[in-house]
Protein backbone atom coordinates (compact mmCIF):
# COMPACT_ATOMS: atom_id res chain seq x y z
CA UNK A 1 0.00 0.00 0.00
CA UNK A 2 2.10 2.90 -1.64
CA UNK A 3 1.32 6.05 -2.79
CA UNK A 4 -0.42 4.40 -5.78
CA UNK A 5 -2.95 3.33 -3.53
CA UNK A 6 -5.12 6.11 -4.33
CA UNK A 7 -7.56 6.57 -6.74
CA UNK A 8 -6.56 4.36 -9.88
CA UNK A 9 -6.57 5.76 -13.71
CA UNK A 10 -8.57 3.38 -15.26
CA UNK A 11 -7.09 4.39 -18.49
CA UNK A 12 -3.71 3.61 -17.70
CA UNK A 13 -4.52 0.20 -16.28
CA UNK A 14 -6.73 -0.76 -19.57
CA UNK A 15 -3.38 -0.06 -21.62
CA UNK A 16 -0.92 -2.00 -19.45
CA UNK A 17 -3.80 -5.25 -19.64
CA UNK A 18 -4.34 -5.03 -23.47
CA UNK A 19 -0.57 -3.87 -23.55
CA UNK A 20 0.24 -7.51 -21.40
CA UNK A 21 -2.13 -9.43 -23.22
CA UNK A 22 -1.32 -8.44 -26.68
CA UNK A 23 1.91 -10.06 -25.68
CA UNK A 24 0.67 -13.71 -25.68
CA UNK A 25 2.49 -16.08 -24.34
CA UNK A 26 5.57 -17.08 -24.53
CA UNK A 27 6.66 -19.90 -26.95
CA UNK A 28 7.52 -22.44 -23.95
CA UNK A 29 6.41 -26.07 -23.79
CA UNK A 30 5.58 -26.09 -20.18
CA UNK A 31 4.80 -22.69 -18.17
CA UNK A 32 7.02 -23.83 -15.50
CA UNK A 33 9.69 -21.43 -17.09
CA UNK A 34 6.89 -18.70 -16.81
CA UNK A 35 5.78 -16.66 -13.85
CA UNK A 36 3.18 -13.14 -13.82
CA UNK A 37 2.24 -11.68 -10.94
CA UNK A 38 -0.34 -8.98 -9.99
CA UNK A 39 0.19 -7.17 -7.06
CA UNK A 40 0.27 -3.96 -4.66
CA UNK A 41 3.71 -2.55 -4.62
CA UNK A 42 6.50 -4.14 -2.96
CA UNK A 43 5.88 -7.79 -4.57
CA UNK A 44 7.65 -6.06 -8.14
CA UNK A 45 10.83 -4.91 -6.51
CA UNK A 46 14.10 -6.06 -7.71
CA UNK A 47 14.96 -7.09 -3.73
CA UNK A 48 11.98 -9.31 -3.97
CA UNK A 49 12.04 -10.85 -7.83
CA UNK A 50 15.73 -10.83 -8.04
CA UNK A 51 16.78 -13.59 -5.88
CA UNK A 52 13.65 -15.29 -7.34
CA UNK A 53 14.95 -15.08 -10.88
CA UNK A 54 18.23 -16.26 -9.33
CA UNK A 55 17.12 -19.40 -7.79
CA UNK A 56 14.92 -20.42 -11.31
CA UNK A 57 17.49 -19.01 -13.86
CA UNK A 58 15.66 -18.83 -17.33
CA UNK A 59 12.36 -18.21 -15.93
CA UNK A 60 10.42 -15.18 -17.07
CA UNK A 61 9.33 -13.81 -13.90
CA UNK A 62 7.01 -10.38 -14.34
CA UNK A 63 5.03 -8.30 -11.63
CA UNK A 64 2.53 -5.86 -12.13
CA UNK A 65 1.22 -3.33 -9.29
CA UNK A 66 -2.08 -2.69 -9.20
CA UNK A 67 -3.83 0.60 -8.18
CA UNK A 68 -7.13 -0.92 -6.27
CA UNK A 69 -8.29 -3.97 -5.86
CA UNK A 70 -11.21 -3.93 -7.12
CA UNK A 71 -9.36 -2.51 -10.28
CA UNK A 72 -7.27 -5.94 -10.58
CA UNK A 73 -9.68 -7.82 -9.46
CA UNK A 74 -11.86 -6.51 -12.16
CA UNK A 75 -8.98 -7.29 -14.71
CA UNK A 76 -9.72 -10.93 -13.84
CA UNK A 77 -13.44 -10.90 -14.26
CA UNK A 78 -12.38 -9.17 -17.83
CA UNK A 79 -10.33 -12.37 -18.91
CA UNK A 80 -7.37 -11.99 -18.14
CA UNK A 81 -7.59 -15.10 -15.83
CA UNK A 82 -5.29 -16.96 -18.42
CA UNK A 83 -2.48 -14.31 -18.30
CA UNK A 84 -1.90 -13.59 -14.51
CA UNK A 85 -1.09 -17.03 -11.77
CA UNK A 86 -0.69 -14.88 -8.70
CA UNK A 87 -2.92 -12.23 -6.57
CA UNK A 88 -2.16 -10.08 -3.68
CA UNK A 89 -4.82 -8.03 -2.55
CA UNK A 90 -6.52 -6.82 0.53
CA UNK A 91 -8.64 -9.62 3.24
CA UNK A 92 -12.18 -9.51 2.32
CA UNK A 93 -11.59 -10.33 -1.18
CA UNK A 94 -10.76 -14.09 -1.04
CA UNK A 95 -13.67 -15.43 0.15
CA UNK A 96 -15.14 -13.55 -2.62
CA UNK A 97 -13.02 -14.53 -5.55
CA UNK A 98 -12.93 -18.28 -4.09
CA UNK A 99 -16.57 -19.03 -5.55
CA UNK A 100 -16.12 -17.11 -8.61
CA UNK A 101 -13.61 -19.45 -9.72
CA UNK A 102 -11.00 -16.79 -9.76
CA UNK A 103 -8.62 -18.18 -7.30
CA UNK A 104 -7.80 -21.48 -5.75
CA UNK A 105 -6.51 -23.23 -2.50
CA UNK A 106 -3.08 -23.83 -1.30
CA UNK A 107 -1.90 -26.93 -0.66
CA UNK A 108 -2.38 -26.40 3.43
CA UNK A 109 0.11 -29.85 3.86
CA UNK A 110 2.92 -27.31 2.94
CA UNK A 111 1.50 -23.80 4.09
CA UNK A 112 -0.15 -24.35 7.02
CA UNK A 113 3.59 -24.88 8.81
CA UNK A 114 4.37 -20.90 8.40
CA UNK A 115 1.23 -19.48 10.48
CA UNK A 116 3.04 -21.02 13.18
CA UNK A 117 5.46 -18.78 12.93
CA UNK A 118 3.59 -15.87 12.40
CA UNK A 119 2.63 -12.67 14.97
CA UNK A 120 -0.37 -12.69 17.13
CA UNK A 121 -3.74 -12.82 16.00
CA UNK A 122 -2.05 -14.59 12.71
CA UNK A 123 -0.68 -17.41 14.18
CA UNK A 124 -4.38 -18.95 15.21
CA UNK A 125 -3.96 -18.66 11.88
CA UNK A 126 -5.87 -15.74 10.25
CA UNK A 127 -9.43 -16.90 10.00
CA UNK A 128 -9.90 -14.76 6.46
CA UNK A 129 -7.39 -16.41 4.57
CA UNK A 130 -9.89 -19.37 5.07
CA UNK A 131 -12.73 -20.44 3.52
CA UNK A 132 -16.04 -21.48 5.66
CA UNK A 133 -15.01 -24.71 4.43
CA UNK A 134 -11.39 -24.65 5.55
CA UNK A 135 -9.50 -24.59 2.50
CA UNK A 136 -6.68 -22.14 2.70
CA UNK A 137 -7.58 -19.27 0.39
CA UNK A 138 -4.14 -16.90 0.61
CA UNK A 139 -1.27 -16.02 2.82
CA UNK A 140 -0.88 -13.42 4.79
CA UNK A 141 1.74 -11.06 4.88
CA UNK A 142 1.75 -7.04 5.20
CA UNK A 143 -0.10 -5.29 7.33
CA UNK A 144 -1.36 -2.02 9.30
CA UNK A 145 -3.59 -0.02 11.11
CA UNK A 146 -5.07 3.12 8.80
CA UNK A 147 -7.00 5.80 10.37
CA UNK A 148 -5.14 9.20 10.65
CA UNK A 149 -1.81 10.81 11.31
CA UNK A 150 -0.75 13.73 13.80
CA UNK A 151 2.17 15.93 14.06
CA UNK A 152 2.65 14.84 17.94
CA UNK A 153 4.12 18.47 18.20
CA UNK A 154 0.85 20.13 17.94
CA UNK A 155 -1.75 17.35 18.99
CA UNK A 156 -0.56 15.00 21.78
CA UNK A 157 -1.54 11.48 20.95
CA UNK A 158 -2.91 11.01 23.90
CA UNK A 159 -5.75 13.27 22.73
CA UNK A 160 -5.69 12.20 19.17
CA UNK A 161 -6.57 8.80 20.37
CA UNK A 162 -9.21 10.24 22.82
CA UNK A 163 -10.92 12.31 20.84
CA UNK A 164 -10.38 10.19 17.66
CA UNK A 165 -12.23 11.17 14.51
CA UNK A 166 -13.89 13.98 16.52
CA UNK A 167 -10.66 16.02 16.57
CA UNK A 168 -11.49 16.87 12.95
CA UNK A 169 -14.85 18.73 14.24
CA UNK A 170 -12.80 20.54 16.89
CA UNK A 171 -13.54 24.39 15.51
CA UNK A 172 -9.71 25.06 16.44
CA UNK A 173 -9.01 22.20 13.38
CA UNK A 174 -10.31 24.34 11.03
CA UNK A 175 -7.52 24.69 8.44
CA UNK A 176 -5.34 23.31 10.60
CA UNK A 177 -5.69 19.69 8.95
CA UNK A 178 -5.19 17.80 5.18
CA UNK A 179 -7.55 15.09 3.83
CA UNK A 180 -5.18 12.49 1.93
CA UNK A 181 -7.56 11.74 -0.53
CA UNK A 182 -7.93 7.74 -1.19
CA UNK A 183 -11.24 7.40 -2.26
CA UNK A 184 -12.94 4.23 -0.64
CA UNK A 185 -10.83 4.90 2.56
CA UNK A 186 -12.19 7.93 2.82
CA UNK A 187 -15.80 6.50 2.36
CA UNK A 188 -14.98 4.20 5.12
CA UNK A 189 -12.94 6.98 7.52
CA UNK A 190 -16.04 9.59 6.79
CA UNK A 191 -18.48 7.03 7.61
CA UNK A 192 -16.58 6.41 11.08
CA UNK A 193 -16.39 9.95 11.79
CA UNK A 194 -20.23 10.12 11.59
CA UNK A 195 -20.44 6.92 13.90
CA UNK A 196 -21.68 4.70 10.82
CA UNK A 197 -20.57 1.15 10.10
CA UNK A 198 -19.37 1.17 6.46
CA UNK A 199 -19.98 -2.09 6.32
CA UNK A 200 -23.52 -2.05 7.27
CA UNK A 201 -26.68 -1.03 4.59
CA UNK A 202 -27.39 3.00 5.24
CA UNK A 203 -31.34 3.74 5.46
CA UNK A 204 -31.74 7.54 4.01
CA UNK A 205 -31.09 9.18 7.51
CA UNK A 206 -27.43 7.42 7.86
CA UNK A 207 -27.02 8.66 4.11
CA UNK A 208 -27.40 12.11 5.55
CA UNK A 209 -25.45 11.59 8.71
CA UNK A 210 -22.66 10.73 6.02
CA UNK A 211 -23.54 13.59 3.53
CA UNK A 212 -22.96 16.11 6.37
CA UNK A 213 -19.88 14.44 7.85
CA UNK A 214 -17.96 14.64 4.36
CA UNK A 215 -19.31 18.12 3.59
CA UNK A 216 -18.12 19.42 7.33
CA UNK A 217 -14.88 17.23 7.02
CA UNK A 218 -13.65 18.68 3.59
CA UNK A 219 -14.98 22.27 3.77
CA UNK A 220 -13.05 23.20 6.83
CA UNK A 221 -9.93 21.19 5.57
CA UNK A 222 -7.05 23.24 4.55
CA UNK A 223 -5.44 21.01 2.34
CA UNK A 224 -7.00 18.21 0.06
CA UNK A 225 -4.58 15.72 -2.06
CA UNK A 226 -3.93 12.49 -3.35
CA UNK A 227 0.04 12.73 -3.14
CA UNK A 228 1.16 11.48 -0.13
CA UNK A 229 4.45 13.40 -0.21
CA UNK A 230 2.76 16.79 -0.67
CA UNK A 231 0.67 15.81 2.41
CA UNK A 232 3.73 14.51 4.67
CA UNK A 233 5.89 17.84 3.82
CA UNK A 234 2.96 20.32 4.72
CA UNK A 235 2.67 18.31 8.25
CA UNK A 236 6.41 17.94 9.18
CA UNK A 237 6.49 22.15 7.62
CA UNK A 238 3.64 22.65 9.98
CA UNK A 239 1.07 24.06 7.39
CA UNK A 240 -1.33 21.29 9.03
CA UNK A 241 -1.34 19.78 12.33
CA UNK A 242 -3.07 16.60 11.11
CA UNK A 243 -4.39 14.75 8.39
CA UNK A 244 -7.69 12.55 7.53
CA UNK A 245 -6.94 9.21 6.29
CA UNK A 246 -3.24 7.54 6.83
CA UNK A 247 -1.68 5.14 9.34
CA UNK A 248 1.68 3.00 9.36
CA UNK A 249 1.60 3.02 5.60
CA UNK A 250 1.65 6.77 5.07
CA UNK A 251 3.86 7.98 8.31
CA UNK A 252 6.45 5.38 8.00
CA UNK A 253 8.58 7.09 5.66
CA UNK A 254 8.73 10.52 7.57
CA UNK A 255 9.56 8.26 10.13
CA UNK A 256 12.38 6.43 9.40
CA UNK A 257 13.87 9.94 8.02
CA UNK A 258 13.95 11.18 11.67
CA UNK A 259 10.71 12.55 12.14
CA UNK A 260 9.22 10.65 14.99
CA UNK A 261 6.65 13.24 15.53
CA UNK A 262 4.86 12.23 12.54
CA UNK A 263 2.66 9.83 13.85
CA UNK A 264 -0.23 7.64 12.69
CA UNK A 265 -3.67 7.64 15.04
CA UNK A 266 -5.88 4.46 15.74
CA UNK A 267 -8.95 6.13 17.81
CA UNK A 268 -9.58 4.37 21.47
CA UNK A 269 -13.31 3.56 20.58
CA UNK A 270 -15.20 3.88 17.71
CA UNK A 271 -18.86 2.97 16.14
CA UNK A 272 -18.63 -0.93 14.85
CA UNK A 273 -18.20 -2.95 18.16
CA UNK A 274 -16.62 -0.52 19.91
CA UNK A 275 -13.72 -0.21 17.61
CA UNK A 276 -12.62 3.39 15.92
CA UNK A 277 -10.08 2.03 13.86
CA UNK A 278 -9.24 -0.16 10.43
CA UNK A 279 -6.82 -2.66 9.65
CA UNK A 280 -5.52 -3.75 6.19
CA UNK A 281 -4.11 -7.13 5.56
CA UNK A 282 -3.00 -8.70 2.43
CA UNK A 283 -3.33 -11.84 0.89
CA UNK A 284 -1.64 -13.47 -1.40
CA UNK A 285 -3.16 -16.04 -3.37
CA UNK A 286 -3.47 -18.31 -6.85
CA UNK A 287 -4.90 -17.52 -9.62
CA UNK A 288 -7.05 -20.12 -11.15
CA UNK A 289 -5.17 -20.20 -14.64
CA UNK A 290 -6.29 -22.86 -17.07
CA UNK A 291 -2.70 -23.06 -17.42
CA UNK A 292 -1.31 -22.98 -14.14
CA UNK A 293 2.64 -21.96 -13.94
CA UNK A 294 4.73 -24.45 -11.69
CA UNK A 295 6.00 -21.42 -9.96
CA UNK A 296 3.51 -19.96 -8.57
CA UNK A 297 3.19 -22.13 -5.49
CA UNK A 298 7.14 -21.89 -5.32
CA UNK A 299 6.89 -18.18 -5.14
CA UNK A 300 4.28 -17.92 -2.47
CA UNK A 301 6.49 -19.90 -0.37
CA UNK A 302 9.55 -17.91 -1.45
CA UNK A 303 8.35 -14.66 0.22
CA UNK A 304 7.70 -16.26 3.72
CA UNK A 305 11.41 -16.56 3.65
CA UNK A 306 13.04 -14.12 6.47
CA UNK A 307 15.29 -12.01 4.20
CA UNK A 308 12.32 -11.93 1.39
CA UNK A 309 9.82 -11.01 4.09
CA UNK A 310 12.00 -8.29 5.44
CA UNK A 311 11.92 -6.84 1.98
CA UNK A 312 8.46 -6.92 1.32
CA UNK A 313 8.06 -5.56 5.05
CA UNK A 314 10.75 -2.35 3.62
CA UNK A 315 9.56 -2.09 0.16
CA UNK A 316 10.35 1.23 -1.76
CA UNK A 317 8.40 4.11 -0.46
CA UNK A 318 6.38 2.61 2.69
CA UNK A 319 7.33 0.19 5.22
CA UNK A 320 4.88 -1.90 7.01
CA UNK A 321 4.58 -5.01 8.91
CA UNK A 322 4.60 -8.65 8.24
CA UNK A 323 3.09 -11.48 9.84
CA UNK A 324 6.47 -12.84 9.61
CA UNK A 325 7.78 -10.86 12.05
CA UNK A 326 6.86 -13.56 15.07
CA UNK A 327 9.40 -15.45 13.78
CA UNK A 328 12.80 -14.36 15.93
CA UNK A 329 15.01 -15.35 12.86
CA UNK A 330 12.80 -12.70 10.83
CA UNK A 331 12.52 -10.07 13.53
CA UNK A 332 16.07 -9.89 14.08
CA UNK A 333 16.62 -8.18 10.79
CA UNK A 334 15.26 -4.88 11.79
CA UNK A 335 16.82 -2.28 13.39
CA UNK A 336 15.40 -0.25 16.59
CA UNK A 337 15.15 2.60 14.04
CA UNK A 338 13.12 0.54 11.78
CA UNK A 339 10.91 -0.63 14.47
CA UNK A 340 10.26 2.90 15.51
CA UNK A 341 9.38 3.81 11.67
CA UNK A 342 6.06 1.11 11.64
CA UNK A 343 5.91 2.04 15.59
CA UNK A 344 6.52 -1.71 16.42
CA UNK A 345 6.13 -0.26 20.29
CA UNK A 346 2.00 0.31 19.74
CA UNK A 347 0.86 -2.01 17.32
CA UNK A 348 -0.87 -4.62 19.14
CA UNK A 349 -2.51 -2.36 21.20
CA UNK A 350 -3.86 -0.45 17.72
CA UNK A 351 -4.87 -3.59 16.56
CA UNK A 352 -6.98 -4.30 19.20
CA UNK A 353 -9.07 -1.08 18.44
CA UNK A 354 -9.43 -1.56 14.60
CA UNK A 355 -11.62 -3.95 12.64
CA UNK A 356 -11.36 -5.32 9.59
CA UNK A 357 -10.95 -3.84 6.58
CA UNK A 358 -14.45 -5.22 4.42
CA UNK A 359 -15.82 -4.01 1.18
CA UNK A 360 -18.34 -1.34 1.57
CA UNK A 361 -21.86 -2.48 1.48
CA UNK A 362 -23.72 0.53 0.40
CA UNK A 363 -21.08 1.55 -2.14
CA UNK A 364 -22.56 3.60 -5.30
CA UNK A 365 -24.80 5.50 -3.18
CA UNK A 366 -21.85 6.71 -0.28
CA UNK A 367 -19.73 7.09 -3.27
CA UNK A 368 -21.94 9.53 -5.34
CA UNK A 369 -21.89 11.60 -2.04
CA UNK A 370 -18.90 11.25 -1.03
CA UNK A 371 -17.72 12.85 -4.82
CA UNK A 372 -19.87 15.78 -4.58
CA UNK A 373 -19.01 16.90 -1.19
CA UNK A 374 -15.52 16.44 -2.76
CA UNK A 375 -16.14 18.64 -5.55
CA UNK A 376 -17.37 21.41 -3.14
Same mark, same amino acid.
Given at each position: MTLSRRKFNAGLAGIAGAALLGQGRPAFAARDTELNILCWEGYNTDNVLGPFRQLHPGARVRA???TSDPDMINRLRAGELNVWDVLNVN???? /???? #? !??????? $???????? =?????? !? +??? *???????? %?? $??????? @??????????? $???????????????? =? $?????? /???????GDWNIMHLSLAGDLNPFEDMDDAKR?? =?????? %?? +????????????????????? !?????????????? *?? @???????? /????? /??? #???GKGGLVWVELTSLINNPDPSGLAEDFLEFVQQPDVAKSVSFAEGTYNPVTQMGDPDVFAKYSPEELDAIQWDSLEEELSRATQYNVIKDYDALNAIYTAAKRR
Open positions: ESGQPWA /RRLA #P !EGLIKPL $DKARFMPY =FEKMSG !E +FAK *PYPLAFSD %AG $DLLGMPQ @RYGPFSFVVNT $DKISRETAEDQGWKLF =F $DPAMKD /RYGVLTYAT =FKSTAE %AI +FGNAKLLTDDLVAMTTALING !EIDAYFTGGTYTAS *PA @RLDGASNV /RAITP /RTG #PVN
